[in-house]
């Protein structure tokens, strides 16, 4: 196959790479940021992409971030690959950070802050175990035969997935218009320069090519 690895990754080593890349995030952080400001496509169309990308960094759909930044991407008309690559700011540095905020401003917002104190990472992530095993054994009863629970998938929920959206729609484009207006004009200034850049080129390109014919015209 064409776009096959030649080094097939273990599993161990793929999940490795996902929270630590090979070269780490530094270096990670430093290639996104080159290839948002070489996109072929005017700066503010980048900017609207990162903005979708950032935006939807704050939502509780892991796993379809990509899809949905390309989505509302294409909605603002924005750039779908700056929107794909904006994404990286939720990752596994900051996807505590990004998933507090989202769901304390959630639980805020609804009036849940005092119903069990503030949710300690442990809770939280002890909710997202119990979900996953009411979700597989959900899965399991239908070849089993056993009967469905739904208890913890409820609480789940109720104390995780539904404040953590609403914080999310209302963090997220906050986060996404701050990124939005520092991108802009670091980008178009990127652009300008490298316009400037290309044209001396071209213009040292003519001189030479234009200082070899005259020598060659004055040599016949």
Known sequence: MVFKRRDRRSLWRTVREFVWPRGGWRRAFHYVRHRLHRLPDAPHRIARGVFAGVMVSFSPFFGLHFLLAALIALIIRGNVV???????????????????LSLETGRLVLGRMGEDGALNHRSLGGKFVDAWGDLKGNFLSMFTGSGAEWDKLHVFFHDIFFPYMIGGLIVG????LVFYYLSLP?????QHRRKGRIKEKLMALKKN???KAEAGEKRD
Do not use: E, R, S
Request: proline letters at 6%; glycine letters at 12%.
């Open 173 to 176: 484009p906050i986060a996404g």
């Open 209 to 211: 090519t234009a200082g």
């Open 82 to 100: 700056a929107a794909l690559l904006a994404t990286f700011v939720g990752n596994p540095l900051t996807f505590v950070g990004i998933a507090t």
């Open 186 to 190: 670091i980008i178009t200034a990127y």
